[in-house]
T-cell receptor, first 119, second 111 residues
Framework: GAVVSQHPSRVICKSGTSVKIECRSL??????MFWYRQFPKQSLMLMAT?????????EQGVEKDKFLINHASLTLSTLTVTSAHPEDSSFYIC???????????????FGPGTRLLVL | EDKVVQSPLSLVVHEGDTVTLNCSYE??????LLWYKQEKKAPTFLFML????IEKKSGRLSSILDKKELFSILNITATQTGDSAVYLC???????????FGKGTLLTVNP
């Protein structure tokens, strides 16, 4: 149980274009999903917390107009990097909070990540 | 602001050695402390600790929490090359399951 998928796993795009990353909880409903960014040899930095049916809560320093988050259902959240620039190149990881579900730890389970390269 | 400090930042051992990874923290409202293993992709869940003094064990890995001294350790016995990874300690301190991560310990196990 507690499988989270992300798509795409890797994307290369030109500067100025927008990229959408999908995060799905496959076998449970996640009222809360989280988006992280990780630069090489650094730890995970939380970008935003996404709650189903409401606006995302962004961490300090993260531009909400640049990183658009939509959490339209209990199993899907999307992150759109708008007008991407080379400095946005990074490893983006989503996670889903399980809450109190039978048979699962009340914690976050991570997707496999999306490696974004902006040329 | 919640804070998580891991030590050492990196560690190189030989197969068969036992290692202890450390995680100290500061938190306003403690909910749980978690350990993850990260290889080339996203982190995989190892343990969640909520109570002091109760050891969690999974095969050669074990972990314990001390809520009075505000730290946790992760032990790996009889290390194998497949244990080579970054081990992340994370703190859950809010009502929304938000996690604060430490910088991680890079463990390298040589044959």
């Amino acid at each position: 149980g507690a499988v989270v998928s992300q798509h795409p796993s890797r994307v290369i795009c030109k500067s100025g274009t927008s990229v959408k990353i999908e995060c799905r909880s496959l076998d449970f409903q996640a009222t809360t999903m989280f988006w992280y960014r990780q630069f090489p040899k650094q730890s995970l930095m939380l970008m935003a917390t996404s709650n189903e049916g409401s606006k995302a809560t962004y961490e300090q320093g993260v531009e909400k107009d640049k990183f658009l988050i939509n959490h339209a259902s209990l199993t899907l959240s999307t992150l759109t990097v708008t007008s991407a620039h080379p400095e946005d190149s990074s490893f983006y990881i989503c996670s889903a909070g399980t809450g109190l579900l039978a048979g699962l730890q009340e914690t976050q389970y991570f997707g496999p990540g999306t490696r974004l390269l902006v040329l | 602001e919640d804070k998580v400090v891991q030590s050492p930042l990196s560690l190189v051992v030989h197969e068969g050695d036992t290692v202890t990874l450390n995680c100290s923290y500061e938190v306003t409202n403690f909910r749980s402390l978690l350990w993850y293993k990260q290889e080339k992709k996203a982190p995989t869940f190892l343990f969640m600790l909520t109570s002091s003094g109760i050891e969690k064990k999974s095969g050669r890995l074990s972990s314990i929490l001390d809520k009075k001294e505000l730290f946790s350790i992760l032990n790996i016995t009889a290390t194998q090359t497949g244990d080579s990874a970054v081990y992340l300690c994370a703190l859950s301190g809010g009502s929304n399951y938000k996690l604060t991560f430490g910088k991680g310990t890079l463990l390298t196990v040589n044959p």
